[in-house]
């Protein structure tokens, strides 16, 4: 089973790599790690001249950032299934990845035995969560209290808010993500309407006091 591993942490990929390429046969495909990439970018690029069977994906690294490497990986005849693998364990986040199309969402905090389960499990076209990603998602689901404030921003909205939280300027982002500076700007009007904050640094505490980003 051909993967391509999507990481910014070079060290963090190689050890994914020798987890995986470790496992013993147990009557399925052996796993190979026959690319690897430390952006969006690059991933896209690889695409065309790489036959790939799943696509492990982190959400937070540099340039155009997981959840809009993942948009653009979905918008593409015949790609691959994505596996998001992130430490965000808010219910913000494997919400956006799911509903943008990835198939399955594992904390990087799981037991290091699950990724090739999950793996196996979104090859063969199955949704997979970690136990502890489903635990959030059904708590916010069922507890109005525990909604995250960030549903009322659109995909595009909650890729520039996490991206200002974390410090980047308007200059970064629309760089980053191909934008014009005004549209980033418009873009942060309507977040800081959206989410009652007056500046940036409000945002960030916002974003921390819900987990969307790490102290």
């Known amino acids: 089973m051909r993967i391509a591993l999507v990481d910014d942490h070079a060290v963090v990929r190689m050890g994914f790599r020798m987890l995986l390429e ?23 690029r690889l695409l065309p001249t790489t036959v790939l069977d799943v696509v492990v994906l982190d959400l937070s690294m ?24 992130s430490a965000h364990e808010d219910s913000a986040h494997p919400r956006r990845a799911l509903n943008a199309g990835a198939q399955g969402y594992l904390s990087k905090r799981a037991a290091p035995e699950t990724l090739p389960e999950a793996i196996h499990a979104v090859a063969a076209g199955r949704r997979y969560l970690d136990a502890q990603t489903a635990q959030t998602l059904a708590l916010a689901q069922l507890d109005g209290s525990a909604a995250s404030p960030f549903d009322v921003l659109s995909e595009r909205e909650f890729e520039v ?3 200002l939280a974390r410090g980047a300027s308007v200059h970064d982002i629309a760089t980053a993500l191909k934008l014009s500076s005004s549209t ?11 989410l009652a904050a007056s500046n940036q640094a409000e945002l960030t505490l916002l974003a921390l006091r819900w987990g969307v980003i790490a102290p």
């Open 22 to 44: 470790a496992q013993p046969p147990d009557g399925r495909p052996p796993l190979r790690v026959v690319a690897e990439a430390d952006d969006g970018e690059t991933l896209l």
């Open 161 to 163: 808010f996490t991206r």
């Open 62 to 85: 540099p340039g155009l950032g997981g959840l809009e490497t993942l948009r653009r990986l979905r918008a593409r005849d015949g790609a691959p299934p994505v596996l998001v693998l």
């Open 184 to 194: 980033v700007g418009t873009h942060l009007y309507n977040i800081k309407q959206k």
